[in-house]
């Protein structure tokens, strides 16, 4: 799912086919198609300086995102909630599901364009500041992955504290430690794939999902039965019935589009359950989930 343009509804996004130029993975728009009269031609820049430059523009954009971000209601409502009880029991459990690692890991999926779009930056720009903000549960180093990170975006992002993955993973990282996979409005079948990857109560029972809202997948397929979006979200369906779904509030208008209807998902299955019991069944490409 991915945010409207204008601040609406969710739109459901399906796989992509091929990537194009520089189009963000969420789906946002691009600015309308211009025409304009030609113009003198700009000065030469040395070719060697035009990165450097685009660089000190992106990681001011970022400073500034990460400033703003940081001293906004939004933000200090969100650190308030990670401090209740109820998630800090969640993320204590979480932790304890692993003995040699006192830390989870982060994993961003799909953050989309940084440089061309401002719900990616403030996404980014969140994940930055709860891992420097719960330093004491989550690792420094963040890392990230989405096909059309751009050279120029990817050294503003290590310059920041991130690892720029190589290798496109489809979400399907197995969690072999405390894991939080940080992904707003990502395409439904990265959490299919997540969720499918580590569809065992161990492994489960360490990850935490930011994320689209399980259940409000579960809710338009219930309520449009849309057989194309339950193809690719049978996992999410199945998971929504033994995943403890904790909404955040984006408190003002600002953060709608960057992160409307995101929740934290944490888990708790017992150990011995098989999760051939889970109801899930795979046949070929299509996943099918009984009632």
């Given amino acids: 799912m991915a945010a409207a343009p204008d601040g609406g509804e969710w739109t459901f996004v399906l796989p992509r086919r091929r990537r194009r130029g520089t189009q963000n993975s969420k789906t946002l728009n691009p600015e309308p198609h211009t025409t304009l009269e030609p113009k003198a031609s700009p000065p030469i820049i040395h070719s060697q300086t035009n990165p450097q430059i685009k660089e000190s523009k992106l990681m001011k954009k970022m400073q500034l995102t990460l400033t703003n971000l940081e001293s906004s209601s939004f933000y200090r409502t969100l650190v308030a909630q990670i401090q209740t009880p109820q998630l800090l029991s969640n993320f204590s459990r979480a932790l304890s599901s692993s003995q040699s690692q006192n830390k989870m890991q982060m994993v961003i999926y799909g953050i989309g364009s940084i440089d061309s779009y401002e719900p990616p930056r403030l996404q980014l720009s969140l994940a930055i500041l709860l891992s420097r903000r719960f330093d004491s549960m989550i690792e420094g180093w963040i890392e990230v992955f989405d096909p059309i990170i751009a050279e120029v975006e990817s050294r503003v992002m290590e310059a920041l504290g991130c690892t720029v993955l190589k290798v496109d993973e489809q979400g399907r990282r197995e969690a072999e430690r405390p894991m939080l996979f940080f992904m707003p409005h990502c395409e439904v079948e990265l959490y299919n794939n997540l969720l499918e990857a580590n569809w065992r109560p161990e492994r489960l029972n360490r990850m935490v999902v930011f994320g689209n809202s399980f259940e409000r997948y579960h809710s338009f397929v219930s309520e449009f039965k849309c057989s194309v979006v339950g193809k690719y979200s049978g996992y999410v369906l199945e998971a929504r019935r033994f995943a403890e779904e904790v909404g955040i509030d984006t408190v003002c208008e ?30 070929g490409s299509e996943i099918e989930v009984q009632n």
């Fill in 254 to 283: 600002d953060f709608f589009r960057a992160f409307h209807d995101t929740s934290w998902h944490f888990f708790c299955l017992d150990a011995d359950v098989g999760m051939e019991e889970m109801n899930v069944k795979q046949r």
